[in-house]
């Protein structure tokens, strides 16, 4: 069955230091993923596709198969990158188009 | 900017009443997702529909859950009876699927249900 795992509950870092939000997964097709982001009591928003290797908000993400991950990165963080972040897989076959969450990471950014 | 629309925005009900929550789906969008919200267990798939026809509700206490589409512009996700466990944020999102199309998926801004 597929997984996504998103290993840090919590996260906090400075303003202007990097971040990296992880995100393992495990799924037997080829996955497509996603990153969303929620702002506080807002609705999700998505923020990155991996099909379309676009940097968005200056956050990037690569899919490693190997590895089976799709982390979250932008170099210098701003105090209006804090929010919750799921990363999320698609599926194909059968179940073409199902999207299941991982657990959210929630991200912190002090000045 | 196409959205999707939740209603109501927050219910408040007492522990064994009926709770219905609506969804309008963006225009021309065929795939609809009942999501649930919570600290513990983040966002779980309750339910999703592919033109109208329920594709997956194996997340979903059949018990007391129901979802339908009574046509293309409205998604309910009902609770007979609710109980405090059931107190969420409850999302709906809807996206465009098949025939070359594979768009990502606008969300709804989520029904905020306290069950006391």
């Known amino acids: 069955a597929q997984r996504v795992t998103q290993p840090e509950k919590l996260l906090s870092v400075f303003k202007g230091a990097p971040v990296e939000l992880k995100c393992n997964y495990s799924y037997s097709g080829s996955p497509e993923l996603f990153w969303y982001v929620q702002y506080s009591r807002q609705r999700l928003q998505l923020l990155l596709r991996?099909?379309s290797r676009e940097s968005i908000k200056g956050f990037t993400a690569d899919l490693n198969k190997g590895e089976t991950s799709f982390h979250l990165k932008k170099p210098f963080a701003q105090e209006e990158d804090s929010a919750m972040y799921y990363c999320a897989l698609r599926e194909g076959g059968t179940s073409y188009g199902k999207l299941t969450f991982g657990q959210g990471t929630i991200l912190t950014v002090h000045p | 900017d196409a959205r999707v629309t939740q209603t109501p925005r927050h219910k408040v009900t007492e522990m064994g009443q009926e709770v219905t929550m609506r969804c309008q789906p963006i225009l021309g969008h065929n795939t609809v997702f009942w999501y649930r919200q919570t600290m513990m267990q983040g966002l779980e798939l309750l339910a999703y529909f592919r033109n109208r026809a329920p594709l997956d509700d194996s997340g979903m206490p059949k018990d007391r859950f129901s979802a339908e589409m009574p046509d293309a512009t409205l998604a309910t996700l009902k609770i007979q009876p609710s109980e405090p466990r059931d107190s969420a944020v409850y999302f709906c999102?809807?996206?465009?699927?098949?025939?070359?199309?594979?768009?990502?998926?606008?969300f709804g801004s989520g029904t905020r249900l306290t069950v006391v």
């Open positions: 991996h099909i």
């Open positions: 999102a809807s996206g465009l699927q098949g025939q070359g199309k594979n768009y990502g998926y606008t």
